[in-house]
């Protein structure tokens, strides 16, 4: 079975596709994990003993020529070996599902929307734009048997703009086998304190883990923080996290005077290890698939303040304490200033979180239900 994303460093879509090839590898199946530019996936492949097979001209790209290039790149290599089924993980790589069709008729292929990527309406697409990509779309998608949403708003959209004329809903694919191992909120703090260089034992800590683009909205906060109130609280955010944004968003910060109440340390290794050292988590992004980083505060029993985006929205039960509407400046400020004067509020949301993360472990009915599910691919 061949597992294949465009990109192939560290991202939620990447982690999703290690667990799905993970479990089928347990299952006594072959796992073959491929993608483009990116170290992430391919070190950890060579760690778990898995295949990785690189692609040169895969890329997250408009450029026909390039997207053309891969398709052929991936011919040859669907001439050489024969998959049984392929799952994809992103756009651009399902070129590849229309070589495996053309040379491989009798391959299964499967592709699962962890989003809507480039046609979520927040993403901010010319019209004309969309519609050609839209139609791109479509089209590529002819080439996949089985379409898998991790949510209901996706899917229904999917189907209102005839992206697909079917679907499944289906968490599947971002079920863990172990729950996650966090530090404990002293050595979390310890470490938080040493990369600022400074004192934090006793503030509320607001904390955030992502890419700084657009996509995460993280200037969202500058229009938004009630510098007032968080100084009155002592309490201060911290974004982990590197990307394109980060000079602009630490610039706006020095020029607002409020670098005191929000830093931008930069990106650290494994930081959802250091979940507990938060108060409460932060996550206004304009539109996302089902965020790994959720996840992981839901098993971190941690209270969380995002976006009312619909993976935000089902992940998180439609907690209405927990969720904003997107790109609403009051109802941030109303929603995290309860958050942030109410620490048993705080404490109870945690502790709701971490009953709702259950659902993401893999139990006795979800393995036998993989293993049935492997046993009818051709």
Known sequence: MLFIVTLGGL?????????SAMQYKHLGYEAIISAGEGGYLQEQAEALDIRFIKFR?????????MNFLFFLEASLLMKREAFDAIHFYSPNALFAGIAAKLIRKRCYTRFIFGGLSILDPMYGLHPMTRRIILLLYRALLTCIDEYIFENHSNKKFALDEKIVSHGTISIDHLLIKEKPKFLSNKIARSYFADLLGETISNKLIIGSIGRLSRQKNYAFLHRSIDASLMREKNAMIIIFGDGPERKKLIKES??????DILRFPGAVNEASQYLRGFDLFLLPSLYEGTANVVIECLFAGMPILASDIPSNTETLNFSREQLFSLDDRNDFRCKIKNLITDPALRDRIGAQNHKL????????????????LCSESP
Not at 11 to 19: D, E, H, I, M
Not at 57 to 64: A, G, Q, T, Y
Not at 357 to 372: F, I
């Open 11 to 19: 991202g939620g879509a990447q982690k999703n596709l290690l667990r």
């Open 57 to 65: 001209f895969l890329k997250r790209s408009k450029n026909p020529l």
């Open 254 to 259: 020095i020029a607002m005077g409020i670098t």
């Open 357 to 372: 993360s259950l659902r993401y472990l893999v139990s006795k009915e979800n393995h036998q239900k993989e293993k049935e």
